[in-house]
């Protein structure tokens, strides 16, 4: 590379370092302010038609055993809790289901379900539920997604 070449290139990367210092910062108030205005108030609508939208189109397997698509997981995430929960460190914590672990074994774990869990129908949540789809999951047979 001939001289004036490497002089011209130090003096543009100078250059742009210099107008780059020179640049407006950014408001931090202003971003409070913004933040503040996009929050959703309180309604006392009733009824209506939430429209959502996902990543994937559903197959139409609405039942969490049997969701094969990203797109029936997320149609299934807006009507059905999970059995427990995590924390902010993704520790897994109580929220239908509680546990007891057995004292001196950490392999044997009682399960009580709180009272009250009902489907969308109405009928009541019952442990039996829950070892249907523990069961059915662990069948040889099953051949759909685990």
């Not at 029936?72 to 672990?101: A, C, E, Q, R, T």
């Not at 379900?113 to 099953?142: Q, S, V």
Request: aromatic residues 12%.
């Amino acid at each position: 590379m001939k001289p004036y070449w490497k002089t011209f290139l130090l003096v543009c990367l100078s250059l742009m370092l210099v107008l780059a210092a020179c640049g407006k910062g950014e408001d931090k108030g202003s971003k409070k302010e913004s933040a503040m205005e996009n929050k959703t108030g309180k309604s006392d609508a009733k009824g209506g038609t939430l429209k959502v939208g996902i990543g994937d189109a559903p197959e139409g397997n609405f039942q969490s055993i049997f969701a094969a698509s990203e797109g029936d997981s997320s149609v299934i995430d807006y009507f059905n809790d999970g059995l427990v929960d995590f924390d902010d460190h993704l520790k897994i914590k109580p929220y239908i289901l509680s546990w007891d672990k057995k004292k001196g074994d950490n392999l044997t774990y009682t399960f009580k379900m709180k009272k009250g869990i009902k489907w969308h129908d109405g009928t009541p949540f019952t442990m039996n539920d829950w070892i249907f789809t523990l069961e059915t999951l662990a069948n040889p047979d099953y051949d759909g997604p685990r």
